[in-house]
C-alpha cells in the first residue's frame, strides 16, 4: 500500500472519531443567601447582610449528590409535614410552604414523565427533607442593629388567611410579626403560565429607623441527574446587563472558597437588568429582579452540605419609623417553552431582557435561532412536527439551490470526463505523480473545478449540526407526534429489525445499547438508502482504495446515525433525497444522463471480473 493510500485511510479514520465524538448521541449519564451568623435551618444559607455581615456556612443537612427525585410518598410526607397554601393554575399545581415561606412543591400539569399517559406529571420543585429538594425562597438581610431573630429566615412560620388559595385571579399575602415592631408581608402572585411575583414588604412600628435588604434564593440538595453531554448546557443559567453566563455543575465545584460566604462563591455585580437561576434540558427556574434595580447575583456551593444556590442580593434600605418599604421581583418556574419565554422577553410592561437566551442556543445561535423559529411557525401551520421537519428542509434546500447548481453541474461535467480519466489512470499506471499533472490538466482544459462539489457538503455540516441542536435541547420536539410508531421525535427510532419496524408487539432494543447498534430501524436504513443513491451520481474515485472507503459511507453512516433523534434522521433523509432529485435532473439538463441501475451492473461485474482474474466488459458492452 502506497504512502497516500496510507494517509487516505489514517484521514478518514480520523474523520470518523470526529464525526462520533461530535454527534453521536451516547448517554454518558443548594443553598440559600447567608445572613451574617444567621439562620441556616434546612441547609439554607442567607445572603450577606447590608454593610458588614457575611453568610455562615449552611448545616449538612443536604442530601447526597446525584440523587433523584424522592419517591411519590416520601415526598408527600414532607409536603406533608407543614401547613401550606395550596397553587392551583391552569398549567402548575403544587403549594407553598407556611414554614420558610418557601416555594417547593410544584408541578406541570402539561407534561408527563413519559409517553405514557398514566405516567406521573412532572414535578419540577420539592421540598427540603427529600431526596432532590430544590425550592425557591425569598426574604430579608439584618442590617445595623437588627439580628437574624429579627427577620423571616428559613424556620419563620408564615400565617396566610384561611382557606386561601394561589391562583391566576387570586394573590396571596403572608405575613409575620416579628413581635419587636416589625411587620413583614409577602404577596405572591402568578399568571397563566410560568411567572411568580413577589412582593416583600416590611412596615417599621419599631419608632427608629431599621436597615435591612432583600434578596431571593433557588436552593438544589445535590447535583441533579444530568445528560451529561456536551452539547447541552445544564446547571447555572446568568444574564446581567447584557451578559450570558452558563456554569456547569461541576464548575460550581471549582469556583474560589469564600469563608465568610460558607462555600465557593462567584459574585457578579448587575447595575441595569439581569436574572440568574437553574437550568435543565427542557424545566427552568429563574430568579428575575425589577429591571432597573442594581442587584447582586451570586453563585455559591456549599462543600460540606452539597447544595448549589443561586441568589439575588438587593441594596440595603433604610426604612424610617412608622414608613413601609416594598421589593417586587419574579420568578419564573416551568418549562422553557419557546412562545412563551419570548411572551415574556417581549412584554410591552415588563419586559425580561434576553430571555429567550435561557434556552441553549449554542455557538451556532444565528443558525439555531432562526432555524427553530422557522420550525415553530411552520409546525403551527400545519400541525405536525415530522412534516414540519421536511418542508423546513424544503426551504434549507431551495436557498443552497444557487450554491447546488453549480456544484452539480461540476459534477455533471467531471461524470462526463469519467472515460478520460480511466485512460488517464491507465496511462501512468504507477506514477503517481503523473496522474495527478493528467488530471488537472484536464480539469482545466474542460473547466472543471473538483473542488465545487464540497461547497454545499461545508455548507451543510453547520446547518446539520444546527438542526441536531435544536431536535435535541428544545422542548417543542419532546414526545412530538409523527405517524405511526414515531411518537417522539427527539427520541431515538422506535422500530427494528427484530420486531419487523414494529408490526410485531416486541419493544425495539433500549437506546444505546449494543443491540440497537444492530438491530436498527426504518429510519436509519433509510437513510443509509438514500445516500447510497446519492452517491450513485457523484463521480467515482478513481483510486481503488478511495471507491471502497466511498462504498461503505453510506452504510457506516446508517449504523452511526441509528441512535440519533427521529426527528433529526428525518430530516437526513429528506435531505438527501431532494438533493439526488436536485442533482438527477441538473445532470440529465447537461447532457449528462445517470445510469444509476447501470452503474450497480457495472460494479457487480467489476468485482466479479476480479474475483475470475478477468477483465470486465466496457459499459454497455456485450
Not at 500500500?1 to 465524538?21: G, Y
Not at 405516567?119 to 425557591?136: D, E, F, K, N, R
Not at 460494479?603 to 458492452?621: E, I, L, M, R, S
Request: glycine share 8%.
Amino acid at each position: 500500500m502506497d504512502e497516500q493510500n496510507k494517509n487516505l485511510i489514517l484521514a478518514t479514520v480520523l474523520s470518523a472519531l470526529v464525526l462520533l465524538v461530535w454527534f453521536i448521541l451516547f448517554p454518558p449519564e443548594q443553598q440559600t443567601p447567608t445572613l451574617a451568623e444567621g439562620d441556616t435551618s434546612d441547609g439554607v444559607a442567607a445572603p450577606a447582610a447590608p454593610g458588614a455581615l457575611t453568610p455562615p456556612a449552611a448545616p449538612d443537612t443536604a442530601v447526597p449528590s446525584g440523587v433523584a427525585v424522592a419517591p411519590a410518598e416520601t415526598r408527600d410526607a414532607a409536603i406533608s409535614a407543614s401547613a401550606r397554601v395550596p397553587i392551583e393554575t391552569p398549567r402548575l399545581t403544587g403549594s407553598i410552604s407556611l414554614t420558610g415561606g418557601r416555594i417547593d412543591d410544584l408541578s406541570l400539569k402539561d407534561y408527563r414523565e413519559t409517553l405514557d399517559e398514566e405516567s406521573p406529571i412532572v414535578t419540577l420543585l420539592s421540598p427540603a427533607g427529600v431526596g432532590g429538594a430544590y425550592y425557591a425562597l425569598h426574604g430579608w438581610v439584618p442590617g445595623g442593629d437588627l439580628s437574624f431573630e429579627d427577620v423571616p429566615g428559613a424556620t419563620t412560620e408564615w400565617t396566610a388567611p384561611d382557606g386561601a388559595t394561589l391562583s391566576p385571579d387570586r394573590p396571596v399575602t403572608l405575613t409575620w410579626d416579628n413581635g419587636s415592631g416589625l411587620i413583614f408581608r409577602k404577596t405572591i402572585a402568578i399568571d397563566d403560565d410560568y411567572m411568580f411575583d413577589i412582593s416583600q414588604s416590611v412596615e417599621n412600628n419599631t419608632g427608629a429607623a431599621v436597615r435591612l435588604a432583600p434578596y431571593g434564593l433557588i436552593a438544589r440538595h445535590g447535583e441533579p441527574d444530568t445528560i451529561n453531554f456536551f452539547i447541552l448546557h445544564e446547571g447555572v443559567v446568568a444574564r446581567s446587563d447584557g451578559e450570558l453566563a452558563e456554569i456547569d455543575y461541576s464548575d460550581i465545584t471549582e469556583l474560589d472558597t469564600v469563608p465568610a460566604e460558607g462555600g465557593r462563591v462567584q459574585v457578579t455585580e448587575a447595575s441595569e437588568d439581569g436574572w440568574i437561576g437553574f437550568t435543565d434540558k427542557y424545566w427552568m427556574t429563574t430568579l428575575i429582579p425589577s429591571a432597573g434595580v442594581p442587584f447582586t447575583e451570586v453563585v455559591k456551593y456549599v462543600d460540606r452540605a452539597d447544595i448549589y444556590q443561586t441568589e439575588t442580593r438587593l441594596p440595603p434600605r433604610e426604612v424610617a419609623a412608622g414608613e413601609t418599604h416594598a421589593s417586587e421581583s419574579r420568578l419564573f418556574a416551568g418549562a422553557k417553552e419557546w412562545a412563551t419565554i419570548r411572551a415574556y422577553q417581549n412584554d410591552e410592561d415588563r419586559a425580561v431582557a434576553g430571555f429567550i437566551d435561557s434556552i441553549d442556543w449554542g455557538w451556532f445561535y444565528f443558525l439555531t435561532k432562526p432555524i427553530f423559529a422557522a420550525l415553530h411557525w411552520l409546525n403551527a401551520l400545519i400541525g405536525n412536527m415530522g412534516i414540519a421537519i421536511i418542508v423546513l428542509t424544503l426551504g434549507i434546500k431551495a436557498i443552497l439551490l444557487p450554491l447546488a447548481y453549480k456544484s452539480y453541474v461540476s459534477m455533471a461535467r467531471m461524470k462526463e470526463l469519467q472515460p478520460e480519466m480511466e485512460a488517464l489512470k491507465e496511462k501512468a499506471g504507477e506514477d503517481r505523480q503523473k496522474l495527478q499533472q493528467g488530471m488537472m490538466e484536464l480539469y482545466k482544459k474542460n473547466k472543471v473545478n473538483p473542488a465545487a462539489g464540497c461547497l454545499p457538503i461545508l455548507l451543510q455540516i453547520p446547518i446539520f449540526f444546527s438542526l441536531y441542536k435544536v431536535i435535541f435541547v428544545t422542548l417543542e420536539l419532546r414526545h412530538a407526534p409523527f405517524f405511526g410508531p414515531f411518537q417522539d421525535l427527539s427520541a431515538p427510532d422506535p422500530t427494528s429489525i427484530m420486531n419487523i419496524f414494529g408490526l410485531l408487539p416486541f419493544a425495539a432494543p433500549d437506546p444505546g445499547s449494543i443491540l440497537s447498534l444492530i438491530f436498527i430501524g426504518i429510519l436509519p436504513i433509510l437513510l443509509g438508502v438514500s445516500m447510497w443513491f446519492q452517491q450513485k451520481l457523484n463521480p467515482a474515485p478513481t483510486d481503488p482504495t478511495q471507491a471502497m472507503i466511498f462504498a461503505w459511507l453510506p452504510w457506516v453512516f446508517m449504523f452511526m446515525l441509528g441512535g440519533f433523534a427521529s426527528g433529526l434522521v428525518i430530516y437526513w433523509i429528506a435531505n438527501n433525497t431532494i438533493t439526488f432529485i436536485q442533482q438527477y435532473l441538473i445532470m440529465r439538463s447537461h447532457g449528462s444522463k445517470p445510469d444509476l441501475f447501470g452503474n450497480i451492473k457495472a460494479g457487480f461485474q467489476k468485482k466479479t471480473a476480479v474475483a475470475n482474474d478477468t477483465k470486465p466488459p466496457k459499459k454497455g458492452g456485450k
